[in-house]
């Protein structure tokens, strides 16, 4: 049971716009920063959004991370096929003073 | 170009010991702190410890306190993980990441590199 929610799977076809949600508590997302990091199938993962919004040089500006209360979103528009990979959120948690993930969500493009 | 490779993976009985390293190149070594992650098969991600640049601080996960031992030697650019007292549940990809920042803070450190991983199998 990991500590911050995300849904398991999401889906969306190519050139859409997709979103995918993590949620958490007082003690994480709703007092520190939210990362996103995503896996390609069979790759390390490779940060993807840091400090809720911004972006690593060389990660598109088709993705994009927000934050509101306690839970974050990452949005995917103009989706393609090589988006396909799992998606993970992360936060620091100053309850368990430890770094946390969510469970990751799967994204298939359709 | 950040390069980690870790080493040091491999089939070992529970209770026993193994030590992981973390080769480092491309970058300062000496100016980051750096992390230790794993990944169960076919699980999600699990950050394990992390340790600063000059090995002043270091944290752990609750589940590996008191068993596993971060530590880091800047002169050969390495990253080490001595994981003692191992069990089932500690089977999973060892991932060495880089920090953004020196001092891994609470809040604002982030993994802006990873290694490929190593696999520890833990099995009787």
């Known amino acids: 049971q990991s500590v911050l929610t995300q849904p398991p799977s999401a889906s969306g076809t190519p050139g859409q716009r997709v979103t995918i949600s993590c949620s958490g508590s007082?003690?994480?997302?709703?007092?520190?920063?939210v990362y996103w990091y995503q896996q390609l199938p069979g790759t390390a993962p490779k940060l993807l959004i840091y400090?809720?919004?911004q972006r690593p040089s060389g990660v598109p500006d088709r993705f994009s991370g927000s934050k509101s209360g306690t839970s974050a979103s990452l949005a995917i528009r103009g989706l393609r096929s090589d988006d396909e990979a799992v998606y993970y959120c992360?936060?620091?948690?100053?309850?368990?003073?430890?770094?946390?993930f969510g469970g990751g969500t799967k994204l298939t493009v359709l | 170009e950040v390069q980690l490779v870790e080493s040091g993976g491999g089939l070992v009985q529970p209770g026993r010991s193994l030590r992981l390293s973390c080769a480092a190149s491309?970058?300062?070594?000496?100016?980051?702190?750096m992390h230790w992650v794993r990944q169960a098969p076919g699980k999600g991600l699990e950050w394990v410890s992390d340790?600063?640049?000059?090995?002043?601080?270091?944290g752990y996960a609750d589940s590996v306190k008191g068993r596993f031992t971060i530590s880091r030697d800047n002169a050969k650019n390495s990253l080490y993980l001595q994981m003692n007292s191992l069990r089932t549940e500690d089977t999973a990809f060892y991932y060495c990441?880089?920090?953004?920042?020196?001092?891994?803070?609470?809040?604002?450190?982030?993994?802006?590199?990873w290694g490929q991983g190593t696999l520890v199998t833990v099995s009787s």
């Open positions: 990441a880089k920090d953004n920042g020196r001092a891994a803070a609470a809040g604002t450190a982030h993994f802006d590199y």
């Open positions: 400090s809720i919004y």
């Open positions: 340790i600063s640049w000059n090995s002043d601080t270091t």
């Open positions: 992360a936060a620091w948690d100053d309850s368990l003073s430890g770094r946390v």
């Open positions: 007082n003690s994480n997302i709703g007092s520190n920063y």
């Open positions: 491309g970058f300062t070594f000496d100016d980051y702190a």
